[in-house]
C-alpha cells in the first residue's frame, strides 16, 4: 500500500541550528500538509500547499519556517533557527484530490520526531 | 476557531466488550471528518472518512456516525480485541484538519 515517508525518524539538533525535514508524499497526491504535535499534546496544524504555493498556514507557521517541493517527488519542511519550542513530532501527509471520496482521505507520514538542545 | 473535543480521555475495557469513542466539535461548518489510530510515538493510520453530507460510515468492525447539526461524531469498535489497544483521534476537516486530544484504549485480554 502507497505511503508517505519521511526522514529523517530522529533528528537532534543545538538551538539555533538549521533544521530540515523531508517528505516524499504519496504518488500522484496533489495537496501535501505538515502538522506537528508537541508531547502530550494535541495535533497541530502548520501548513498545507498545493499548486507548489501555500495554501494556508497557521499562526504557529511564521518566518522561522518555509516548504518547498524542490522536485516532482520530495516536500521539505525547513526551521531556520530552531528554538526549544520546536522540539515536537512533526508529521508530513498527503491527499489526492478534493473531488472523490477517496481524495478526501489524509494519508500521514510516521514522523520525524524533532529535539532541540 | 474549532474546538475538537473527545471523551473519554482514557477507556479500559476486557476483550470482546464493543467500545464507544466520542467526539464533538464547535463548528458545523465542516468538509469531513476523519478518525485516526495512533500507537505510541508513531504516526497517525487513517481508519475512517465521514463526509459531511454522511451519518454513518463502516469498515469492518469500526463505524463512525457524524450528526454535524449538533456537533458529533462517535466511534464504534465492536468486540474489542487486545490489538485495538491505541489512541484515537478525531479530526475536523474545515480546509485544515484540526484534531482532538484522543482517546487512549486499553484491551485487556
Known amino acids: 500500500e502507497p505511503e508517505v515517508t519521511q526522514t529523517p525518524s530522529h533528528q537532534v539538533t543545538q538551538m539555533g541550528q538549521e533544521v530540515i525535514l523531508r517528505c516524499v508524499p504519496i504518488?500522484?497526491?496533489?495537496?501535501f500538509y505538515w502538522y506537528r504535535q508537541i508531547l502530550g499534546q494535541k495535533v497541530e496544524f502548520l501548513v498545507s500547499?498545493?499548486?507548489?504555493?501555500?495554501?494556508?498556514k497557521s499562526e504557529i507557521f511564521d518566518d522561522q519556517f518555509s516548504v518547498e517541493r524542490p522536485d516532482g517527488s520530495n516536500f521539505t519542511l525547513k526551521i531556520r533557527s530552531t528554538k526549544l519550542e520546536d522540539s515536537a513530532m512533526y508529521f508530513c501527509?498527503?491527499?489526492?484530490?478534493?473531488?472523490?471520496?477517496?481524495?478526501?482521505?489524509?494519508?500521514f507520514g510516521e514522523g520525524s520526531w524533532l529535539t532541540v538542545v | 476557531k474549532q474546538e475538537v473535543t473527545q471523551i473519554p480521555a482514557a477507556l479500559s475495557v476486557p476483550e470482546g466488550e464493543n467500545l464507544v469513542l466520542n467526539c464533538s466539535f464547535t463548528?458545523?461548518?465542516?468538509?469531513?471528518l476523519q478518525w485516526f489510530r495512533q500507537d505510541p510515538g508513531k504516526g497517525l493510520t487513517s481508519l475512517l472518512l465521514?463526509?459531511?453530507?454522511?451519518r454513518e460510515q463502516t469498515s469492518g468492525r469500526l463505524n463512525a456516525s457524524l450528526d454535524k447539526s449538533s456537533g458529533r461524531s462517535t466511534l464504534y469498535i465492536a468486540a474489542s480485541q487486545p490489538g485495538d489497544s491505541a489512541t484515537y483521534l478525531c479530526?475536523?476537516?474545515?480546509?485544515?484538519?484540526?484534531f482532538g486530544a484522543g482517546t487512549t484504549v486499553t484491551v485487556r485480554a
Open positions: 501527509a498527503s491527499r489526492s484530490d478534493g473531488i472523490t471520496f477517496s481524495g478526501n482521505t489524509i494519508y
Open positions: 504518488s500522484n497526491h496533489l495537496y
Open positions: 500547499f498545493y499548486n507548489n504555493e501555500i495554501s494556508e
Open positions: 463548528d458545523s461548518a465542516i468538509y469531513n
Open positions: 465521514i463526509q459531511s453530507s454522511q
Open positions: 479530526a475536523v476537516n474545515d480546509y485544515k484538519l484540526s
